[in-house]
């Protein structure tokens, strides 16, 4: 069992930075995968950065450039750095964290960018 928690959300002004913080806590050693999600009003989830088990990583194209994923190895802790934010950047932002075939998600953490 994984339990995972973001924060970090907030209001910023367009072309401003925020830093997504991932937690997981339980069984963490056996995790393989993590993931940024982000899911706009009336708009499907979608992949925004993931961190594959071999260390490489992926990136929405309309995040590329902006965006990056890391992981702190001393905690269960995994970032989502995004500078130069964009209003279409606005959606909740959510964790997930991959264990085998299981899948743990956060609660989500609202992220606004206004003009």
């Known amino acids: 069992q994984v339990q995972v928690m973001e924060s970090g959300g907030g209001l910023v002004q367009a072309g401003g930075s925020l830093r997504l913080s991932c937690t997981a806590s339980?069984?963490?050693?056996?995790?393989?995968?993590i993931g940024w999600y982000r899911q706009a009003p009336g708009k499907q989830r979608e992949l925004v950065a993931g961190?594959?088990?071999?260390?490489?990583?992926n990136y929405a194209d309309s995040v590329k450039g902006r965006f990056t994923i890391s992981r702190d190895n001393a905690k269960s802790t995994w970032y989502l750095q995004m500078n130069n934010l964009k209003p279409a950047d606005t959606a909740v932002y959510s964790c997930?964290?991959?264990?085998?075939?299981?899948?743990?998600w956060g609660q989500g953490t609202q992220v606004t960018v206004s003009s």
């Open positions: 997930s964290v991959s264990v085998l075939q299981l899948a743990f």
């Open positions: 339980g069984n963490t050693f056996a995790i393989n995968t």
């Open positions: 961190l594959g088990s071999d260390g490489n990583t």
